[in-house]
């Protein structure tokens, strides 16, 4: 689990880094740190980017772990967050 937490959260910049603008990356990093959103509403509002069940369920596995943290921890995580957008490598030249 881990593990996954690691990649995806890898995967994060680089989906910022690849030209595609980072407001569907905040969008979703929101969406993940909102403890507001339950599991399965987290599931839905993102399945357009599930192709499987198992990736589905491993959705809702990455959420539970931001359930699992506390106010604060998610806070910070949000601030980690947009310290990167805000960096050179997802600032876009026009």
Known sequence: MKLLMILMLAALPL????DS???LL???VEKTINSDISIPEY???LQEFTDSEAA???MGKFK???LSQSHRTLTNF???MHTMYDS???IKSN
Request: net charge negative; proline share 0%.
């Open 78 to 80: 949000g601030l980690m």
């Open 26 to 28: 905040e969008d979703v």
């Open 15 to 18: 989906h910022c880094y690849a």
């Open 64 to 66: 539970q772990c931001f």
């Open 56 to 58: 589905a369920e491993a």
């Open 88 to 90: 050179i490598w997802c």
């Open 43 to 45: 599931k839905e509002l």
């Open 21 to 23: 603008g980072c407001k």
